[in-house]
């Protein structure tokens, strides 16, 4: 066979040229044959991983991973994801793991197969676990020598000011190391004073004690730091900030630092409270839609609308006023949260706006003020028939 371009005959090594190298290969390498099954392991994969030519040839690419490969990987996942790539003859470039080898000594390999196309091999997939543990290394000794170079605070500001409050690290007893720029501002102190009176006691903070007792347990416990903290900005607002972090142990197991991150969640919150409103506003809206669908009678709606209001929209009183035009006065027909005696009988002056009325109409178990006709000053223009008020419970902050 010659080649169309040039014209030369076409040399194709032999196969046993092609296995010799590919037995001198460094890389661990498995071949597969075209119905999935091990036509030959190399001399590298049987000693990196065990697994002797005789116990893998025929074997099918799952039973290989399931006996031999699967007991050795280090992550749970990777053992599907190996198998589910090789059984589709997907080419896989890199996919990083960690594999115990024949020794024992956990290693990190790059995993990458692909599907060989030239004659006499095509449709065969090759399999490749090269070993980069040497490199990894390599990469974090530099990026710690990189560090000490540059100094620990220059790589925590870098790094902590693309997220909004940043980072903070802290000693295994509390203390704080680090805090970014963005935090301290937030809550007006220095890292020096962070340092001396501890990070959450000399900030002001929502629920401050309960706060307190959850680090502290999070340092004796050395569990997970997940807390969202509420803090009040320069402005007067309050931000809500999440709060999470773990910590840092060394080869023995020792807590050597705490370490994590601030991120402002206020937006988040803030989006999640009007939802939940504008939900609220929906069940009233269909309840009240249903009874009016069902015929309800005048007085059994607006006893229907001051109950669904509190319940959906989690408020302390509602009340209807019914506008008198004849005697410019409103006439109190349904109410919650105020005394029920009076409903039907209490009036309010025409002259009064919607808020006029509140004060004037005694609260249940307020029997501080006769029920009768009562005034109430007040400016502004009579509002329009069936006047609904909603006031809602006092939240702090």
């Known amino acids: 066979m010659r080649n169309p371009d040039s014209g030369f005959p076409i040399c194709r090594p032999r196969r046993a040229t092609v296995y010799r190298c590919f037995d001198e290969l460094d890389d661990a390498v498995l071949i597969l044959d075209r119905d999935n099954t091990v036509t030959r392991l190399n001399r590298s994969f049987r000693e990196t ?18 006996r031999h490969l699967a007991p050795l990987i280090e992550e749970e996942d990777t053992a599907e994801r190996m198998l589910e790539a090789l059984r589709c003859r997907r080419e896989v470039a890199h996919a990083a793991c960690r594999m115990r080898t024949s020794t024992g000594e956990v290693r990190r390999f790059s995993f990458s197969c692909r599907v060989m196309t030239g004659e006499p091999y095509a ?15 390599e990469a974090v000794r530099s990026a710690w020598a990189a560090r000490a170079r540059l100094g620990a605070e220059s790589v925590f500001a870098a790094v902590g000011e693309l997220v909004p409050y940043g980072i ?6 509390g203390a704080a190391l680090y805090l970014s720029a963005s935090f301290l501002d937030l809550v ?6 962070c340092r001396q009176a501890g990070w959450l006691e000399c900030i002001p903070l929502e629920d401050a004690a309960a706060v307190r007792a959850d680090w502290r347990r999070c340092l004796d416990t050395g569990c997970r730091w997940d807390r969202e903290l509420r803090v009040p900005d320069p402005d007067g607002e309050c931000r809500t900030i999440l709060s999470r972090g773990g910590q840092v142990r060394d080869e023995t197991g020792r807590i050597v630092l705490w370490a ?5 969640i206020t937006a988040r919150k803030q989006a999640e409270r009007l939802t939940a409103v504008r939900a609220a506003q929906q069940a009233a809206i269909t309840a009240l839609g249903r009874l009016a669908l069902e015929g309800a009678e005048p007085p059994e709606l607006m006893n229907a609308v001051v109950r669904v209001v509190t319940e959906h929209l989690e408020v302390d009183y509602a009340k209807v006023l019914r506008y008198l035009p004849d005697e410019d006065t409103f006439l109190l027909e349904a109410a919650v949260g105020f005394d029920g005696a009076l409903v039907g009988t209490r009036r309010v002056e025409g002259d009064n706006d919607s808020q006029a009325g509140y004060p004037s109409l005694p609260r249940a178990g307020d029997r501080r003020r006769p029920p009768g006709r009562e005034t109430v000053p007040g400016p502004g223009a009579p509002p329009g028939r069936g006047d609904q008020e909603r006031h809602q419970r006092h939240h702090p902050g």
Do not use: Q
């Open 188 to 193: 007006g102190r220095t890292l020096e004073e």
């Open 49 to 66: 991983f065990g697994v002797s030519s005789e116990a893998a040839h025929g074997m099918k690419t799952g039973d290989l991973i399931a």
């Open 168 to 173: 903070w690290v802290c000693e295994p007893d």
């Open 123 to 137: 449709g065969m997939v090759l399999a490749r676990f090269r070993d980069i543990t040497p490199e990894r290394d």
């Open 260 to 264: 994590g991150i601030n991120l402002d």
